[in-house]
């Protein structure tokens, strides 16, 4: 499985943005596909998650209410629409998928297929 995030970029406080994760190969095997961000200095922490067969999603506490990640199917592409942003969501985002539902979805050890990140400044 090969993942392609883009749509990053530089937005002002209260702005939104959409990330975008393009999923090629087996992908007809993900379980689950989710983001991930990192800020500097900080871990790598859950964003959002999406399970390809139920399409039933997940969100952390930080972006519930603003954030929504969704799936088109035809293209196998995971979007993660931003709302509202702030400071705290600058970070480089990631994207991973997971073949199995071991380890749940929140964890990123879970995630086996991880894509190149993509930058997420948000300026005040």
């Known amino acids: 499985v090969q993942l392609q995030a883009s749509g990053g970029g530089l937005v002002q406080a209260g702005g939104s943005l959409r990330l975008s994760c393009a999923a090629s190969?087996?992908?007809?095997?993900?379980?689950?596909t989710a983001w991930f961000r990192q800020a500097p200095g900080k871990e790598r922490e859950f964003v959002a998650a999406?399970?390809?067969?139920?399409?039933?999603?997940e969100y952390a506490a930080s972006v519930s209410g603003r954030s929504t990640i969704s799936r088109d199917n035809a293209k196998n592409i995971v979007y993660l629409q931003m709302n509202s942003l702030n400071s705290e969501d600058t970070a480089v985002y990631y994207c991973?998928?997971?073949?199995?539902?071991?380890?749940?979805?929140?964890?990123?050890?879970?995630?086996?297929?991880w894509g190149r990140g993509t930058l997420v400044t948000v300026s005040s």
């Open positions: 190969g087996l992908t007809f095997s993900i379980y689950a």
């Open positions: 991973a998928a997971t073949l199995t539902s071991v380890g749940g979805v929140y964890w990123s050890r879970s995630y086996a297929y």
């Open positions: 999406i399970r390809w067969g139920s399409g039933s999603t």
